[in-house]
């Protein structure tokens, strides 16, 4: 909604959000409930990170906010805005800010993600 309200001609909006383990999602999720976790490893062709904002790409994005915004190749579409500065020096990847177990756990809590912070909670596990 941030880019359809904001972005001008061209921009490509990328969050600057961190990221998380699923290892630590699943155990910021289990709390203290008996639920075994087991690990199978990465799959053919699964990727740990995602690469957001690439090398090439890094040298014409700008801050906007909680967002980087890739501005556009084109020049008439960048005619009679004014010039910011480069907000990244690299490539912006998901593995940047990859949060820690309490990290995690403190973001779900945020956003009352996590069964316990549902004031409907009544011991039964609900697909919301």
Do not use: C, W
Not at 37 to 65: F, L
Request: glycine share 6%; proline share 5%.
């Amino acid at each position: 909604m941030t880019a359809i309200h904001e972005a001008r001609r061209g921009e490509t909006y990328v969050p600057n959000a961190p990221a998380a383990t699923i290892v630590n999602v699943a155990k910021a999720l289990i709390g203290d409930r008996k639920i075994e976790i087991k690990q199978t490893g990465i799959r053919p062709g699964e990727k740990y990170h995602e690469i957001m904002v690439s090398d090439e790409e890094a040298t014409r994005t700008v801050k906007r906010g909680e967002y980087y915004a890739i501005l556009p190749m084109l020049p008439e579409l960048l005619e009679g805005t004014k010039s910011e500065p480069a907000a990244l020096k690299k490539e912006f990847s998901s593995g940047d800010n990859v949060l820690e177990l309490n990290g995690t756990l403190e973001l779900l809590k945020r956003h009352k993600l996590r069964v316990e912070d549902n004031s409907a909670h009544d011991d039964t596990e609900l697909l919301r």
